[in-house]
């Protein structure tokens, strides 16, 4: 069990483009341990590398209710099935405390490999495909709060970097 810290919006690192995984080793295994773990303490449904400061193209994500199915995506490509587009409310882990609403592809093919480097395919939609978009923008250094007007962005920034300051003076 190694709960790792999660990088909070703005932290400049949560733009980072990340690399893809070219080894399939015991690293990767160790990394993909501590982000289930990490996802299933937060709790969350899903958790990009990045978000604990590894600049990888590894997701996580479980959407069962039982928390029993965690789904691991290497490496992973999406491509629209321009089957329409859907908004659904979001949240991350990197953004506590906010709920927007954010419209995506509705259905998508996820092209990824798994943790031994074996390649699949999976069709996504409901909340599977929201999940996988919205980690996927996080490989590539984006969060949902750029789907926002400037004025709405900046407001959550200004509450999170206020609530970060308010943390750091109480802990001193
Ligand atoms: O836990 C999470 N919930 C969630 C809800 C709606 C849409 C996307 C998500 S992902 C989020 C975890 C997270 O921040 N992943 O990057
Ligand atoms: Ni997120």
Do not use: W
């Not at 999660?6 to 893809?20: G, K, N, V």
């Amino acid at each position: 069990m190694a709960v790792q810290k999660i990088l909070t919006y703005p932290d400049p690192r949560l733009r980072t483009l990340c690399e893809p995984v070219l080894e399939f080793d015991k690293n990767l295994e160790t990394l993909i341990e501590d982000m289930a773990d990490t996802m299933y303490d937060a709790p969350g449904i899903g958790l990009a590398a990045i978000q604990i400061n590894v600049p990888k193209r590894v997701i996580v994500m479980d959407l069962s209710e039982t928390k029993s199915q965690l789904q691991v995506f290497v490496n992973p490509e999406i491509v629209d099935l321009n089957q329409g587009t859907r908004e659904v409310e979001e949240g991350c882990l990197s953004v506590p405390g906010f709920f927007v609403p954010v419209k995506r592809p509705e259905k998508v093919l996820i092209k990824a490999q798994d943790k031994l480097g074996d390649h699949f395919e999976l069709e996504a939609d409901e909340m599977t495909a929201v999940c996988i978009q919205h980690e996927v923008d996080h490989l590539n250094g984006k969060v949902f709060v750029d789907y926002l007007s400037r004025m709405k962005r900046e407001r959550i920034r200004n509450k999170l970097t206020k609530a970060r300051g308010d943390f750091e003076s109480r802990v001193a």
